[in-house]
């Protein structure tokens, strides 16, 4: 489904979340190993681009690395990283020659120093791209807003910020993503209904779609039917929708009667 011009939506769909979920199960269903698994959700990342591209998003923001995976098996968090590596060597370029602007969004310090440099020098040979895609690794949504408290809190000690003057504005331009705009859709795949720690602040009056479909199978067709979904909602961002003129002047007339 791609909207026209003369359709105009009051919130158009600007920024994509996803949280690629389903990639183990989908191996077990397809007789596989857990990093087979894996390689083939980071294939999908590349169709899911296009398709974003093609429906007018501008940034797409994937949930890749929980700080809580951490604590999966060793081989299977050897492998993520493993192929995190690859990821970057390989498809930089081709985000590159894409348009795409890769930034990694997370906790560097659990990541060793060649790998540190692959990401910066993935951001950087990327950075002219106009489709922003955001990888969350290493990140929490809880982490974040803690680290960004952190921050608040420095700039309360050294007298550059009073107590009195903390808004949630000053929390969130000290969040990972503080250039960037809220989630508009967030989609997750494989069937599960949580965030599980995931853009905690972000996604406070985001829309939510869950797919049935494993990462792996998750396609343009998913996509569309996701985007149909939120383009037949109304956002009202915890407000209601005002009342016509005509229906308060009845309601007054009958309140003073």
């Known amino acids: 489904m791609k909207l026209n011009q003369s359709q105009a939506p009051k919130h158009p769909l600007r920024h994509l979340a996803i949280i690629m979920d389903g990639n183990n199960r989908w191996a077990s269903v397809n007789g596989l ?34 700080s809580e995976n951490w604590f999966r098996p060793n081989h299977e968090v050897s492998g993520l990283m493993s192929l995190f590596s690859n990821y970057l060597k390989k498809e930089a370029p081709l985000l590159r020659e ?18 540190c440099n692959l990401i910066t020098e993935a951001e950087n040979i990327t950075q002219n791209g106009t489709l922003r895609l955001i990888l969350c690794v290493d990140y929490g949504g ?96 915890g407000r209601r929708k005002a009342k016509k003129v005509t229906e308060r002047l009845v309601e007054s007339f009958y309140v003073k009667t």
């Open 142 to 237: 809880r982490w974040d807003i803690t680290e960004a408290a952190r921050l608040v809190a420095n700039q309360v000690n050294e007298g550059r910020l009073r107590v009195e003057d903390i808004t949630e504005s000053t929390i969130a331009s000290n969040l990972q993503m503080n250039e960037i705009s809220d989630p508009d859709l967030c989609i997750r795949t494989g069937g599960e209904e949580r965030i599980s720690n995931f853009l905690l602040w972000q996604l406070a009056y985001t829309e939510f779609f869950v797919s049935d479909q494993y990462w792996p199978d998750f396609g343009e067709d998913e996509l569309d039917q996701a985007i149909a979904e939120y383009y037949s909602r109304k956002r009202r961002f």
């Open 33 to 66: 190993n857990s990093l087979e698994g894996h390689t083939a959700g980071v294939e999908r990342i590349r169709d899911i681009l296009r398709a974003s591209k093609k429906q007018g998003i501008e940034i797409v923001s994937l949930f890749a690395f929980s």
């Open 98 to 115: 894409d348009g795409v602007r890769l930034t990694v969004v997370g906790n560097r310090s659990n990541f060793d120093s060649n790998l």
